[in-house]
């Protein structure tokens, strides 16, 4: 408003001394006309003394504008000065946030706020106390005084009257300028955790959403160390404290609780692989003793397992003599050896064949084909395999010290299949054509393949018989029988 009314006197001014130098140049112009001259003078000179005090007033205004404009600057320099150094000192904190907060060790973190931060915070002593809930204390654990980091193993009860406790109950921050002055009853509590040489103190609880983290504390040796700016970049780097102590405390929990589940998963893997070769023990176990898809089906929840085929061949294959051949064999275990390598040539001619080992009886072996998965072909696989167990015993007799001759009958018909009762389970044969398969090899010969009619019938095609005519057979009455011979 005042540089208004200024502008408006000048103009003013202007347009009086225009006025005044053109009535002196018509005073001039007309000083031969009538009137009094002095008059007319002394109105001009009235004019010109009034101009003259407008323009001292003018640049009296002017100046004072001048120096206000100066010191406006000069206000204007300073504050872009101070605003220059806040950004620096808010950019240089924040760095130091970042380095906080991406830190997982205490150590690193106070080390990093020290190195930071005291070209801008006059500090000779840094600590941080962690916060124990469970036993109600600080305890001390990082610390750098006069420049070197110094572990401090040193506790404050909260139970007790202290700093920490002040910040931990009160929920907020504890400062003084003068420790002396303002809280004589903590110096001794502070020198014995810091020194000496303590002047001004600070302390602020770190929190984390509303969870104490722990206490940290900045000590002078000078008295009215801190101001109010100062204050405030400690206040933003507690915050970055905190979060970086929680951020490593949940690092270090969760590298604990990673390793104990890493330790956990071992065990347990180990655990499901011991589980499993048990598994696989008891699965070989079952499969040696069933078939797998009566297995299966057991498994599923079958109780009784009955399954009718009505076509099967049947073979009975008897080791003739072994009673008399016991008594020249030294021990048992030896008998044992013997017959399980016999047996054993069996199971391999089984497996070759696709037939299935029903079970062995004393020194009778017993197997069947078409069961429990039908097959079309089970009798010519069954006739290959009896051929390959006489062959193969006469392969074997050299290396069993004593002379082995095999008995083999042979029937094909309807059987039924499969397990009962709930335990010692065995899949089993029931039906007329078992028992008439071991009709014939017990009506049979040493050393040859004694075969129903319904094998022959089943077979001439492919194989060479012998025609043994109709024997009476015992609980079967007269039966046409055969000799199997070989393949055509």
Request: aromatic letters at 8%; one cysteine or more; charged letters at 30%.
């Amino acid at each position: 408003m005042e540089k208004n009314e200024s502008t408006k006197e000048s103009n003013t001014f202007f347009e009086q001394e225009f006025k005044l130098l053109s009535d002196a140049q018509s005073f001039l112009d007309n000083s031969g006309n009538g009137g009094d001259p002095k008059d007319k003078l002394k109105t001009l000179v009235d004019s010109y003394e009034s101009l003259l005090k407008q323009s001292s007033k003018i640049m009296k205004i002017g100046d004072s504008t001048q120096h206000r404009l100066l010191k406006t600057q000069e206000e204007l320099t300073n504050s872009n000065i101070m605003l220059e150094a806040a950004y620096m000192d808010l950019k240089l904190v924040t760095e130091v946030g970042r380095i906080i907060t991406s830190s997982l060790e205490p150590k690193v973190i106070i080390q990093s706020v020290y190195q930071n931060t005291k070209s801008m915070v006059p500090m000779d002593v840094l600590a941080f106390g962690i916060y124990d809930e469970e036993k109600k204390e600080i305890k001390y654990k990082f610390c750098v005084i006069d420049g070197r980091y110094t572990p401090a193993p040193s506790v404050d009860s909260l139970e007790a009257d202290n700093p920490s406790s002040y910040c931990i109950k009160h929920g907020h921050e504890l400062i003084s300028q003068d420790v002396e002055k303002d809280f004589p009853q903590y110096l001794d509590e502070i020198r014995k955790h810091f020194g000496e040489n303590t002047k001004s103190a600070l302390y602020f609880p770190l929190k984390v959403e509303e969870r104490f983290i722990g206490v940290l504390t900045v000590h002078s040796y000078s008295k009215n160390a801190f101001q109010p700016n100062q204050l405030n970049i400690l206040r933003t780097l507690a915050n970055y404290v905190a979060i970086g102590v929680d951020n490593a405390d949940a690092y270090r929990t969760l590298s604990k609780r990673n390793k104990e589940l890493k330790d956990s998963l071992e065990k347990i893997e180990e655990l499901n692989k011991n589980i499993e070769e048990e598994r696989q023990k008891s699965e070989n176990l079952l499969l040696n003793i069933l078939p797998r898809s009566i297995a299966d089906r057991l498994k599923g929840g079958e109780g009784v397992i009955a399954d009718y085929f009505p076509s099967s061949t049947v073979l009975f294959a008897d080791i003739v003599g072994f009673s008399k051949l016991t008594t020249k064999i030294k021990t048992p275990t030896r008998l044992v050896e013997i017959l399980n390598r016999i047996f054993t040539e069996f199971d391999v001619i089984a497996d070759k064949y696709k037939l299935e080992k029903i079970k062995t009886i004393g020194d009778c072996y017993m197997l069947a084909g078409g069961i429990p998965v039908i097959t079309e072909d089970h009798a010519d696989k069954a006739a290959q395999a009896a051929l390959d167990m006489i062959r193969r015993l006469d392969e074997l007799k050299p290396e069993l010290e004593f002379e082995f001759n095999v008995r083999i009958g042979l029937h094909t018909g309807e059987v039924v299949a499969g397990v009962i009762g709930k335990n010692k389970f065995v899949y089993d044969l029931w039906g007329d054509s078992v028992n008439t398969a071991s009709r014939m090899e017990s009506h049979g010969s040493t050393g040859r393949i004694h075969v129903s009619e319904a094998v022959y019938l089943s077979l001439k095609d492919k194989y060479s018989f012998e025609d043994r005519s109709i024997i009476e057979v015992k609980g079967k009455g007269p039966m046409h029988t055969y000799f199997l011979l070989g393949k055509k």
